[in-house]
């Protein structure tokens, strides 16, 4: 029983120990520790030493003999496959050290993107496997006198760097100050230039630490966005207005065509004041040459034409001094009385009081001949005159219409105003003059309808009662006695004589010609009084033309 138990425990040693052996032979299997064959052997020759060998036991040694012999040359062949793959090894880590050789001739630039390249190299070194024993101290020296040199070279830059960061900080915050000082200011243009010029040294100083960078960016925007959002405000604002000032001026420009259509006076109220509008509207922007050119356009085609047609009307005007020189001439020969050419001279000063400027330069010797030409026939019309006995109906006539004129306006009856506007456009005299202004005032007071005006014209009208009848009682005290026989048609010829004749005051009741030029005087001053009250007026011209009657202007 003893032996027999001594060969089943030698049996399960073997057959355990060619188990162990054939897992380890196995295509996944795992290499025995160092040394468990040899102690398998041991273990085993020590287990059958004492006992008798069983053909089954025989067998299992053969086999176990077998399978001894089969992982010995397994394991050899490992080892010959794990020498070349470490001395593959060592040929990638000589490379390596190579590339970290090549890797410090970089620039220092270069050096941040080396600093990285060489991580991925340190990191490819332990991925590889171990080299041959006596080449492993000699590899690992060279590659870690290599890298330690560049990484030296790293740090010294990056030691640098951090100073050079703690500048730049410097710098940026003085950036940040001078942001922050002039980020309300209102000068948009100057202080545009300033951040934007602040931007480009923001860029160009370079980076500091990653936290104190983007800080410092923070605070370094937020300047800026005050300004800028301010400033993009502001500008938002003027478009608005730009574009408000575009509508105005287009409707300037509107206006400024009804140029055109206007008479030259009414065209020369209204340009100064368009002009004026223009001025006072403000820019509009990028539209506002091409308003500013379609505007004046309108006023170069309208100035132009006003050119074209000045250089007409001096052609037409001096056609009209030949006519009148023709007039004067033929009154002059004898040929015409001036009531024959009458007519004809009133239509003349018509057509020349209807036709508009001349050209500045060349109107001053046509004005003076028209002027002198007139002043001439009317000096013959004074002449020619002397047997007419209406001056004093006439002037009647014309002062009627100023006063009746000046009730209408005290009563607010615009028909009976309308009718003495036609009455006063239809009557052409030479004693219009002394009632002109007096009209014209009535006009404007009328147009403009003002109650203040109206009563200063009563006021005016009662003072120059009170100087007409002054200047009667003054024609009255000359005390010359009329001339038995005397008509009230000789005393008009006499007092038109007088009014025709320019002589200076002075008098002598004894000496005929001294008192018609005083008579001539008293009568013109009465007739430049102005206007009376309308129901004073017909009693005024009877008085008048009593003392005229009592005077004798003969000699």
């Known amino acids: 029983m003893t032996g027999k138990k001594t060969n089943s425990d030698a049996l399960e040693l073997i057959t355990k120990a060619c188990v162990e052996i054939t897992k380890c032979l196995g295509e996944n299997g795992q290499e025995l520790p160092k040394g468990q064959i040899e102690q398998f052997k041991e ?33 050899h062949c490992l ?7 470490r001395w593959e090894h060592y040929t990638l880590k000589m490379d390596l050290c190579k590339e970290v050789k090549k890797l410090e001739k970089c620039t220092d630039s270069d050096l941040p993107r080396i600093a990285r390249e060489l991580k991925l190299v340190r990191l490819r070194w332990k991925d590889i496997g171990s080299v041959p024993h006596e080449k492993s101290e000699e590899i690992w020296n060279e590659f870690c006198e290599q890298c330690d040199r ?77 300004f800028f959002d301010a400033r993009k405000e502001y500008y938002h604002q003027a478009k608005f207005e730009r574009e408000n000032v575009s509508s105005v001026k287009f409707q ?32 509009a922007g990028k539209n506002d040459r091409e308003l500013y050119d379609r505007f004046r356009g309108y006023f170069d085609s309208y100035y132009e034409g006003l050119r074209k047609q000045r250089t007409e009307n001096l052609k037409i005007k001096k056609k ?23 007519a004809e001279y009133s239509k003349i000063k018509k057509q020349w009081d209807s036709i508009g400027a001349m050209p500045r330069s060349e109107e001053q010797p046509v004005l003076e001949k028209y002027i002198a030409a007139s002043k001439k026939l009317d000096s013959l019309s004074s002449k020619s005159q002397y047997n007419d006995k209406s001056i004093l109906k006439r002037s009647f006539e014309l002062e009627q219409i100023v006063s009746v004129a000046l009730d209408s306006l005290d009563s607010k009856k615009l028909e009976t105003w309308k009718k003495c506007q036609s009455d ?9 003059k002394y009632f002109r202004d007096s009209f014209d005032a009535i006009t404007i007071a009328f147009e403009n309808n003002s109650d203040e005006h109206c009563e200063q014209l009563l006021n005016t009208s009662n003072d120059n009662l009170k100087k007409r009848k002054k200047i009667c009682k003054e024609l009255e005290n000359l005390g010359i006695k009329p001339e038995e026989g005397a008509t009230n048609e000789d005393l008009a010829e006499e007092l038109t004589l007088a009014i025709a004749k320019n002589f200076g005051s002075g008098f002598n009741p004894k000496d005929p010609e001294l008192k018609a030029k005083k008579i001539n005087q008293i009568a013109t001053r009465w007739l430049k009084a102005g206007a009376v009250p309308l129901k004073e007026l017909p009693q005024l011209y009877k008085r008048f033309e009593k003392a005229v009657e009592n005077l004798n202007l003969e000699e």
């Open 252 to 283: 300037l420009c509107e206006e400024a065509k009804t140029i055109f259509d206007l008479s030259y006076s009414e065209a020369h109220q209204l340009i100064p004041d368009l002009w004026d509008r223009w001025k006072l509207a403000g820019s």
């Open 43 to 75: 273990n085993i020759t020590s287990a059958i030493s004492n006992i008798t060998k069983t053909p089954v036991l025989e067998k299992q040694l053969l086999e176990f003999d077998k399978l001894c012999k089969k992982y010995t040359s397994k394991v």
């Open 79 to 85: 080892y010959q496959a794990r020498d070349l793959a």
């Open 320 to 342: 009209l001094c030949d006519e009148l020189q023709v007039l004067e001439d033929s009154v002059e020969s004898g040929k015409k009385q001036f009531q024959d050419i009458k």
């Open 424 to 432: 006063w456009g239809a009557l052409e005299s030479a004693e219009k």
């Open 150 to 226: 560049l990484q030296n070279r790293i740090s010294e830059y990056y030691n640098g760097l951090e100073e050079n960061r703690k500048e730049i900080a410097v710098e940026k915050i003085k950036l940040c100050e001078e942001a922050e000082k002039i980020q309300s200011s209102t000068d948009w243009e100057k202080d545009a230039e300033k951040f934007k010029d602040l931007q480009k040294r923001w860029r160009e100083v370079g980076f500091t630490a990653p936290d104190q960078e983007k800080k410092l960016y923070m605070r370094f925007r937020a300047a800026c966005d005050v």
